[in-house]
């Protein structure tokens, strides 16, 4: 027998086997194997999710059996999902959808019109986009929804475009066109500065025209104009989408360029453009920045979530992204995923995507779902349990920054990629692969770190840090200016091998090394193939083959390069005697500056080495990260603990990536008020006490994989 409730003529059938033996059955008896798993982890109602958008799928192409929605609604529901974007929208699958308590839904497209950018008549361009908006609230109202349930919408998945075609579509758009010398203009340009008389001589170039310095400004600029007119027809259709539906309703393009990069070079003019994500942000082409986790690298999501929060920050938005659950093995690393997502500041979480499988092949988890989905409400439950911090909280402000770099992009050799390439420090540039490296050095101390772009580096910008991570070659000279008179004013500059050696138009620069007195040699620009491949640049002696100096040893892979600098302190020496590690003082500041890669030395030896160097910056400049917690001996991983904070109290997410409980964990929190409770959502309420300088320190059991702590002010 197949039972079943029908609104229409289709009811889905899965033919199957078990063993041996042929089945038959709707697609509603079929799914239950996969809710047998959430049983005894069901969620009760008053501690799942209520704020944060937990959107997921459930697909039946076509079927309209009321059973097949009412059973995978409830069991999706207890396990903590709050917004359903069923593939049938019809009036009776979102009364089912109501039966269980969920009153909000998603959707998106493949790309809204124009793609990543509409070089047609702007008037033209924006009925189109209106019209498009319109029609995708009415699908929604013609189900019965109201728009303003619509939680969460894709306008575009994996944008990217090709040069130099991409440059057609702007040479024949005159709006385009226009757009462009007004870009030009406005950065205080005219038509002299690329060899020109007049305007309409200046047209977009590609890399083959940089032989002149007029000639690289154009490219350069080109390229830059690509980027941001992208950013500008992509916020056009967020605006349209929020005038359709309703004020910040959760827009966003999925990015799967990991690096961020927003140029990848091809051979002679080709290449590969993508968004940067901190213009992208800036410029709000989205109100919701976004990536996604493919192939178990959410391990990566505290390195997205500060460079997606750099952008939120300049435009005012929010960041989510997509946990992909079939990526993760047969562990409970999808858990950890979640939780640092959300405990680094996302707002929305998506997965992509439920299926079943058997509708949308290759996609979907819930071949094992079984396994996955009682991981999953773990999750939820948490999230639910300490929303109250969580959905208000936010990440404070850092006071180490690293500079993510733009300038250098356009000159940079092919071999390197980026789009799905989830291995962050594998066939890229050197220089992204340090950014890298000491992010995750940092991070194994919890230190948090702000991501600034090349516009941030104004004495208005630097003014909050303590600290500035430079390992771009390529910096414009007035911005390597201010970040000398930074170091001046007290500020601590760390740089590393080839850092601040030429302009934006990739012309030898003197600037830093004359006002800094550090003169770098005998440099490159090298790719990282792969960090762990690197040759490791040891001396001869077995028992010594690392060179020491004033805090200990300190290791290299890959590449070295010379450094002379009058008035400096030499900290450390290569094996041959020369200058390998380097302190300027200046001013009240100063500069470390490194003449190899420290955070790829750090990271290629398992962070085994040099651990003391890594963090001698922070302790020059007086940073104490606001979280510390003990750390695990001889353990490669450690335990990360972000922070989120907002009105209601203090958000610890405490991410054990070593996997294996522990008794007794301490924990010591520096917060900008006074503690009234601490309250593990795992353990209960925990007992504190109060150290120097405002702290509060308090010891756990610690579970193997994540917990959220809840600290609440002492209200006046």
Same mark, same amino acid.
């Given at each position: 027998?197949?039972?079943?409730?029908?609104? &229409?003529?289709?009811?889905?059938?899965?033919?199957?086997?078990?063993? +041996?033996?042929?089945?038959? $059955? %709707? !697609? =509603?008896?079929?799914?239950?194997?996969?809710?047998?798993?959430?049983?005894?982890?069901?969620?009760?109602?008053?501690?799942?999710?209520?704020?944060?958008?937990?959107?997921?799928?459930?697909?039946?192409?076509?079927?309209?059996?009321?059973?097949?929605?009412?059973?995978?609604?409830?069991?999706?529901?207890?396990?903590?999902?709050?917004?359903?974007?069923?593939?049938?929208?019809?009036?009776?699958?979102?009364?089912?959808?109501?039966?269980?308590?969920?009153?909000?839904?998603?959707?998106?497209?493949?790309?809204?019109?124009?793609?990543?950018?509409?070089?047609?008549?702007?008037?033209?361009?924006?009925?189109?986009?209106?019209?498009?908006? &319109?029609?995708?609230?009415?699908?929604?109202?013609?189900?019965?929804? +109201?728009?303003?349930?619509? $939680? %969460? !919408? =894709?306008?575009?998945?994996?944008?990217?475009?090709?040069?130099?075609?991409?440059?057609?579509?702007?040479?024949?758009?005159?709006?385009?066109?226009?757009?462009?010398?007004?870009?030009?203009?406005?950065?205080?340009?005219?038509?002299?500065?690329?060899?020109?008389?007049?305007?309409?001589?200046?047209?977009?170039?590609?890399?083959?025209?940089?032989?002149?310095?007029?000639?690289?400004?154009?490219?350069?600029?080109?390229?830059?104009?690509?980027?941001?007119?992208?950013?500008?027809?992509?916020?056009?259709?967020?605006?349209?989408?929020?005038?359709?539906?309703?004020?910040?309703?959760?827009?966003?393009?999925?990015?799967?360029?990991?690096? &961020?990069?927003?140029?990848?070079?091809?051979?002679?003019?080709?290449?590969?453009?993508?968004?940067?994500?901190?213009?992208?942000?800036?410029?709000?082409?989205?109100?919701?920045?976004?990536?996604?986790?493919?192939?178990?690298?959410?391990?990566?999501?505290?390195?997205?979530?500060?460079?997606?929060?750099?952008?939120?920050?300049?435009?005012?938005?929010?960041?989510?992204?997509?946990?992909?659950?079939?990526?993760?093995?047969?562990?409970?690393?999808?858990?950890?995923?979640?939780?640092?997502?959300?405990?680094?500041?996302?707002?929305?979480?998506?997965?992509?995507?439920?299926?079943?499988?058997?509708?949308?092949?290759?996609?979907?988890?819930?071949?094992?779902?079984?396994?996955?989905?009682?991981?999953?409400?773990?999750?939820?439950?948490?999230?639910?349990?300490?929303?109250?911090?969580?959905?208000?909280?936010?990440?404070?402000?850092?006071?180490?920054?690293?500079?993510?770099?733009?300038?250098?992009?356009?000159?940079?050799?092919?071999?390197?990629?980026?789009?799905?390439?989830?291995?962050?420090?594998?066939?890229?540039?050197?220089?992204?692969?340090?950014?890298?490296?000491?992010?995750?050095?940092?991070?194994?101390?919890?230190?948090?770190?702000?991501?600034?772009?090349?516009?941030?580096?104004?004495?208005?910008?630097?003014?909050?840090?303590?600290?500035?991570?430079?390992?771009?070659?390529?910096?414009?000279?007035?911005?390597?200016?201010?970040?000398?008179?930074?170091?001046?004013?007290?500020?601590?500059?760390?740089?590393?091998?080839?850092?601040?050696?030429?302009?934006?138009?990739?012309?030898?620069?003197?600037?830093?090394?004359?006002?800094?007195?550090?003169?770098?040699?005998?440099?490159?620009?090298?790719?990282?193939?792969?960090?762990?491949?690197?040759?490791?640049?040891?001396?001869?002696?077995?028992?010594?083959?690392?060179?020491?100096?004033?805090?200990?040893?300190?290791?290299?892979?890959?590449?070295?390069?010379?450094?002379?600098?009058?008035?400096?302190?030499?900290?450390?020496?290569?094996?041959?005697?020369?200058?390998?590690?380097?302190?300027?003082?200046?001013?009240?500041?100063?500069?470390?500056?490194?003449?190899?890669?420290?955070?790829?030395?750090?990271?290629?030896?398992?962070?085994?080495?040099?651990?003391?160097?890594?963090?001698?910056?922070?302790?020059?400049?007086?940073?104490?990260?606001?979280?510390?917690?003990?750390?695990?001996?001889?353990?490669?991983?450690?335990?990360?603990?972000?922070?989120?904070?907002?009105?209601?109290?203090?958000?610890?997410?405490?991410?054990?990536?070593?996997?294996?409980?522990?008794?007794?964990?301490?924990?010591?929190?520096?917060?900008?008020?006074?503690?009234?409770?601490?309250?593990?959502?795992?353990?209960?309420?925990?007992?504190?006490?109060?150290?120097?300088?405002?702290?509060?320190?308090?010891?756990?059991?610690?579970?193997?994989?994540?917990?959220?702590?809840?600290?609440?002010?002492?209200?006046?």
């Amino acid at each position: 027998r197949m039972p079943g409730e029908l609104f &229409g003529q289709g009811m889905g059938l899965a033919a199957y086997k078990e063993g +041996d033996e042929d089945k038959l $059955a %709707s !697609f =509603a008896q079929y799914n239950r194997r996969f809710w047998a798993g959430l049983k005894d982890v069901a969620i009760p109602e008053a501690e799942r999710p209520k704020h944060f958008p937990i959107v997921d799928s459930l697909r039946t192409r076509g079927g309209t059996n009321r059973l097949t929605f009412r059973e995978g609604f409830a069991a999706l529901a207890s396990a903590g999902f709050n917004v359903l974007g069923p593939e049938v929208h019809k009036p009776q699958v979102r009364q089912e959808l109501e039966r269980v308590g969920i009153t909000r839904t998603g959707g998106g497209t493949f790309t809204a019109p124009g793609w990543v950018c509409n070089y047609g008549p702007e008037a033209e361009v924006d009925k189109v986009l209106t019209v498009w908006a &319109g029609k995708q609230a009415d699908a929604f109202r013609a189900s019965g929804w +109201d728009p303003k349930q619509v $939680a %969460s !919408f =894709a306008i575009i998945d994996e944008p990217h475009w090709s040069m130099p075609g991409h440059l057609k579509g702007m040479r024949e758009s005159p709006d385009g066109m226009k757009r462009f010398h007004e870009f030009l203009r406005v950065r205080g340009f005219a038509p002299k500065d690329f060899g020109a008389k007049e305007w309409a001589e200046v047209q977009p170039a590609s890399k083959s025209a940089a032989t002149t310095l007029p000639g690289k400004r154009l490219f350069y600029w080109t390229a830059r104009f690509a980027t941001a007119d992208s950013c500008r027809h992509l916020n056009l259709v967020t605006r349209k989408m929020e005038e359709a539906f309703y004020p910040g309703i959760g827009v966003f393009a999925n990015w799967n360029n990991f690096k &961020g990069r927003f140029y990848v070079p091809g051979g002679g003019d080709g290449a590969t453009m993508h968004h940067d994500w901190i213009e992208f942000g800036r410029l709000r082409g989205a109100n919701v920045l976004w990536t996604e986790d493919w192939y178990a690298s959410g391990w990566q999501w505290p390195y997205w979530c500060a460079k997606m929060s750099a952008g939120a920050r300049q435009g005012g938005v929010r960041y989510g992204g997509y946990v992909v659950p079939r990526s993760y093995g047969d562990n409970e690393t999808i858990i950890q995923s979640i939780m640092s997502l959300v405990g680094n500041g996302g707002k929305v979480l998506q997965y992509f995507i439920f299926g079943p499988e058997y509708i949308f092949p290759s996609n979907c988890y819930s071949f094992k779902a079984d396994k996955l989905l009682p991981r999953m409400a773990r999750a939820h439950h948490m999230i639910g349990k300490a929303e109250e911090v969580l959905w208000p909280g936010k990440r404070p402000a850092s006071e180490v920054a690293m500079l993510f770099p733009m300038s250098p992009q356009v000159w940079d050799q092919p071999g390197i990629f980026d789009a799905t390439n989830t291995l962050v420090y594998f066939k890229t540039m050197s220089y992204m692969g340090e950014i890298y490296s000491q992010f995750f050095s940092l991070l194994r101390r919890n230190v948090p770190v702000d991501f600034v772009e090349e516009l941030d580096l104004t004495p208005k910008g630097l003014e909050p840090y303590k600290v500035l991570y430079v390992t771009s070659p390529n910096v414009p000279r007035e911005y390597q200016e201010n970040v000398v008179e930074w170091v001046r004013k007290g500020g601590t500059l760390v740089t590393c091998y080839g850092s601040m050696t030429a302009d934006r138009y990739n012309e030898p620069s003197d600037v830093f090394s004359k006002l800094s007195g550090i003169r770098q040699k005998e440099f490159k620009r090298p790719i990282a193939y792969k960090v762990f491949s690197l040759k490791r640049l040891k001396g001869p002696d077995p028992k010594n083959p690392w060179p020491k100096g004033e805090h200990g040893e300190f290791c290299m892979i890959g590449y070295k390069a010379g450094v002379d600098a009058d008035g400096a302190k030499v900290l450390g020496r290569f094996l041959d005697g020369s200058p390998a590690i380097v302190r300027k003082d200046l001013g009240r500041g100063r500069i470390l500056h490194y003449a190899f890669f420290p955070g790829m030395s750090h990271w290629g030896n398992q962070f085994t080495r040099m651990t003391d160097w890594i963090t001698l910056p922070m302790e020059l400049a007086g940073v104490e990260p606001p979280i510390t917690v003990d750390e695990i001996p001889n353990s490669w991983p450690q335990v990360e603990a972000p922070l989120l904070l907002s009105d209601s109290g203090a958000a610890i997410t405490l991410l054990n990536r070593t996997g294996k409980p522990r008794d007794k964990f301490r924990i010591t929190a520096r917060l900008p008020f006074e503690a009234a409770s601490v309250e593990s959502v795992g353990m209960g309420k925990i007992p504190f006490e109060k150290t120097d300088g405002g702290r509060i320190s308090f010891t756990l059991p610690l579970d193997a994989n994540a917990d959220v702590l809840k600290i609440k002010p002492k209200r006046r």
